[in-house]
Structure formats: C-alpha cells, structure tokens
C-alpha cells in the first residue's frame, strides 16, 4: 500500500497529465513554420532529454524563477486556479523547467513569440512571467531575454484566487 505522500505525488502527477496542453498560434512566415514542426515533433520527447541533461549536470537548474505574483488566497486550491487560467485559454506547458516545489507550469501564447507563463507550487506560491516562447527562440528563451514580469496583466488573469506578494 502506497504511503500518502506517494499516493498525493501519484495524484498530483495524473491530475497535471489530465490538464489540456498549451496550444500555439501557427506562424506565418516559413522560417517560423520550420520551427514550429520541429517543436510539434520533439515535444513529447522533451521532459525526457531534459531530464537527462539535468541528472548528468549538463545543464542546471534548481531554484524558482523570478516575479513572484503572491500566494493562493485562503480556500483556494492549486486546482481551481489552474481551472480559472484553463478557462482564459492558458494550458499546460510540460517543454519548461521544473522549478523547486512547482505543483504545474501554464501558459497562454501570445502569437507564435511570445507567452504568459503562470507557475503553481506546493507552499501556494504563484510566479509568472511574460517571454518569447521556446518554439519561437529556445536561446532567448533559456536565457530570459526580455523576460518580464506584467503584473496587472497576471493580476486580471489571477482576479482575487492570488494574494499580491
């Protein structure tokens, strides 16, 4: 019989699979229609190559990210949250970094470029942030060029379900 943190890990992990993906706008141009076919087809690999490059310290990464939004107000779950951003087009975005404590990753794609990207964890704390997508620039992505935190922009998103930090 499964201990209850391995049975809440276990429930945790099936409710996140269960969340509908995030969905990019197509792109225009064909350089970027190159791009998004790459992405399309190396997705679902993608959770296990970044894996690998962490366990073997090719690449690393264990904090969370910047722009602290605040904290789940009192009474509302990981879930209905996630339920409100799904209703306002965010979807779950399984090509990012796993941060330390994070429960799920969102995100809404503006075009083909750019994303608002919300972050859920365990303590009830809620980051995000907007930048260019991995599937546009991977680069620029990976290394938060331009990354910034538009806080009413979240705040609308977020209503009153998140205390401002």
Same mark, same amino acid.
């Given at each position: %019989?499964? &201990?209850?943190?391995?049975?809440?890990?276990?429930?945790?992990?099936?409710?996140? *699979?269960?969340?509908?993906?995030?969905?990019?706008?197509?792109?225009? &141009? #064909?350089?970027? %229609?190159?791009? /998004?076919?790459?992405? *399309?087809?190396?997705?679902?690999?993608?959770? /296990?190559?970044?894996?690998?490059?962490?366990?073997?310290?090719?690449?690393?990464?264990?904090?969370?990210?910047?722009?602290?939004?605040?904290?789940?107000?009192?009474?509302?779950? #990981?879930?209905?949250?996630?339920?409100?951003?799904?209703?306002?087009?965010?979807?779950?975005?399984?090509?990012?970094?796993?941060?330390?404590?994070?429960?799920?990753?969102?995100? *809404? #794609?503006?075009?083909?470029?750019?994303?608002?990207?919300?972050?859920?964890?365990?303590?009830?704390?809620?980051?995000?942030?907007? +930048?260019?997508?991995? +599937? /546009?620039?991977?680069? %620029?992505?990976?290394?938060?060029?331009?990354?910034? #935190?538009? &806080?009413?922009?979240?705040?609308?998103?977020?209503?009153? %379900?998140?205390?401002?930090?």
């Amino acid at each position: %019989m499964p &201990t209850q943190s391995a049975q809440r890990t276990a429930d945790i992990e099936a409710w996140r *699979k269960s969340l509908p993906p995030s969905r990019l706008a197509r792109p225009s &141009t #064909p350089r970027n %229609m190159l791009k /998004y076919a790459f992405w *399309k087809a190396y997705a679902p690999l993608h959770p /296990y190559v970044r894996d690998a490059l962490l366990s073997l310290h090719v690449v690393r990464h264990d904090c969370r990210q910047r722009f602290l939004l605040g904290k789940l107000a009192p009474g509302v779950s #990981p879930q209905a949250l996630a339920d409100r951003l799904i209703a306002q087009g965010f979807g779950n975005h399984f090509v990012a970094w796993e941060d330390a404590g994070e429960l799920v990753s969102l995100r *809404k #794609p503006d075009g083909f470029s750019h994303q608002y990207h919300i972050r859920i964890f365990d303590d009830g704390e809620v980051r995000g942030h907007y +930048e260019y997508t991995t +599937e /546009y620039s991977p680069l %620029m992505h990976y290394k938060a060029v331009r990354q910034e #935190p538009r &806080t009413e922009e979240f705040r609308a998103f977020l209503g009153d %379900m998140v205390a401002p930090a």
